[in-house]
Every structure is written in structure tokens, then in C-alpha cells.
């Protein structure tokens, strides 16, 4: 089992097969990367890969996100 930040698994495998590997769109990974999300990714052994998003509580919308980009981009 290994813990890597989502910028670096993808810098290791690609956009599109992490994508994959998460049940998510390649352009969901593409956002939490450009709006800089602090997502750690554990890859198993056998593969699969479970995602987690670290971030403070209570947590703020940024001001230049409105808060339903912020509640959809939540999930990943």
C-alpha cells in the first residue's frame, strides 16, 4: 500500500488511466489539479485506488468559486 499526492500519480501514470482507476472523468481530475485540491491517493497492492481529500473545517468557499462549483467539485 502507498500514499502519493494526486499531482504526482498522475505525473506518473496519466490523467486518464488515475481517472479510471477512481470511477471519475479525466476532466474531474484535470480541476482538482488546476484549483489546486490537497488530494492523497492510497494505491493497494492489488491496484485499486481509494482518494482523500485533506482540508480544513470549517471550510470556506473561496471567493472566486461560487458555492456550487465548491459543493460539486467535493466529490472526486
Known sequence: ????S???LVSKLGQARVARALG???ASI???IRI???IMVMVNDDGSCVAKEIR???SKVL???DAAEAISSSVV
Open 1 to 4: 500500500m502507498e500514499n502519493v
Open 30 to 32: 484535470a480541476k482538482a
Open 63 to 65: 471567493e472566486n468559486q
Open 56 to 58: 480544513p473545517f470549517p
Open 24 to 26: 471519475v472523468k479525466p
Open 36 to 38: 489546486r485540491r490537497n
Open 6 to 8: 494526486l499531482n504526482d
